[in-house]
């Protein structure tokens, strides 16, 4: 049964789920950001964020991005995520940071433009959608109206000219 | 009583009369997310206002506390009731978490409750709001033409199925004979059912495609 999605009556289409993940990956950037800022290290903050976001409902971040810092250092995880990760084009995040935190390097920036990068790319899926929307709903709107319009119309003609000519 | 008194079947007055709790339920709903939209986008003056505070350098819990004793508005409505427990002593955590679980408004209910544990950890506020603040805007904004989206959309589906049944309506009231035939026979309810169910897929179909989330 592990197959049947959770709510089959408001299923939600992949492009959907993306959008949600990226959602949920957006805000764990963002308080990652301001922890980094804090002054915490990123192998601390990157749990404490997956708590926090998970205490939010943010369900899809913590399950790809949980990782036990006990059994495995924060460097490798990053780096299995940057081969493993679901959304390929999300991938080089891990990567850049991965690369940053083994040379040391300030994490901050990278963190503010993974952010600022997946903002702009919510805007422009918004965008889109808004665009494609329209079209995509007058085709529906054709296929699943104007069939049954001339069915209900043409039906009873249909019905009377069989009686008429008295068709078995 | 109209639909029996207009086609003198019973059947087709039961029809209707079943279809009467769906669109009372359908009109009820619609009314509750337009309630919610409508305080959703009153908290993002809550929001801001909380930002201005925390800036000012009031403390998280005293400025959530001091902006639910305004007056107006209904989000306010809504959030203070909560603060009774607040002042008798219960932690804003608690507070919080009973806000959460009653409201149903998730999109303000995200950040009052990151803003909760950032507060409780030590975090800068500032920082997060001014990350929060933009995406919850983009996000409401979004919402808005989303539903000016559907609202169009609405309009035009509910247009294309009512036509076929307006004319067939007008049909037969001038030209019954055209009509008496459909009716008699069990056609009817076999098209009727097929064209319902293939309408009610369709709205379906568009509702899935215009969503954002």
């Known amino acids: 049964m592990a197959y049947l999605p959770k709510n089959p009556v408001l299923l939600k289409s992949k492009t959907q789920e993306k959008r949600i993940r990226r959602k949920h990956l957006l805000n764990f950037f963002e308080l990652l950001g301001v922890y980094l800022q804090v002054g915490y290290e990123l192998s601390y903050a990157w749990n404490q964020v997956l708590t926090v976001t998970g205490r939010a409902g943010e369900i899809f971040v913590l399950e790809e991005l949980e990782f036990d810092s006990d059994t495995q250092p924060l460097s490798s995880f990053l780096e299995e995520q940057s081969q493993k990760f679901s959304q390929r084009s999300y991938r080089v995040f891990f990567e850049v940071l991965g690369q940053l935190y083994t040379e040391g390097a300030p994490l901050v920036p990278a963190t503010q433009s993974l952010s600022q990068f997946l903002r702009r790319e919510l805007e422009r899926d918004l965008e889109q959608h808004l665009r494609q929307a329209p079209s995509q709903a007058n085709i529906l709107l054709l296929l699943f109206f104007l069939p049954a319009a001339f069915l209900l119309l043409f039906f009873p003609f249909f019905l009377h000219l069989q009686a008429t000519l008295q068709i078995p | ?213």
Not at chain 2, 98 to 122: N, Q, T, Y
Request: proline share 4%.
């Open chain 2, 1 to 213: 009583m109209s639909t029996w008194l207009w086609t003198r079947s019973i059947s087709i007055a039961f029809v209707s009369l079943s279809l009467v709790p769906i669109l009372l339920k359908i009109i009820l709903k619609r009314k509750q997310e337009t309630s919610k939209s409508e305080i959703e986008k009153e908290s993002l003056s809550f929001l801001y206002s909380l930002r201005g505070m925390i800036g000012l350098g009031i403390t998280f819990p005293r400025a959530v506390y001091q902006l639910s004793h305004q007056r107006q508005g209904r989000f306010i409505k809504t959030l203070s009731p909560l603060f009774h427990s607040f002042e008798k002593g219960d932690s804003l955590e608690m507070v919080i978490q009973r806000f959460v679980s009653r409201s149903g408004l998730d999109l303000i209910s995200r950040p009052l409750v990151l803003m909760e544990i950032a507060h409780r950890k030590g975090l800068p506020l500032c920082p997060i709001l001014d990350g929060l603040l933009p995406l919850i805007e983009l996000e409401i904004q979004s919402r808005e033409r989303i539903e000016l989206l559907n609202k169009n959309i609405a309009a035009q589906a509910f247009l294309s199925a009512l036509i076929p049944w307006l004319i067939g309506a007008v049909m037969w009231t001038f030209q019954p004979q055209f009509m008496d035939g459909l009716f008699k026979s069990y056609y009817f309810w076999v098209l009727g059912g097929f064209v319902l169910i293939w309408e009610g897929l369709g709205i379906w179909l568009i509702y899935q495609k215009t969503r954002f989330y």
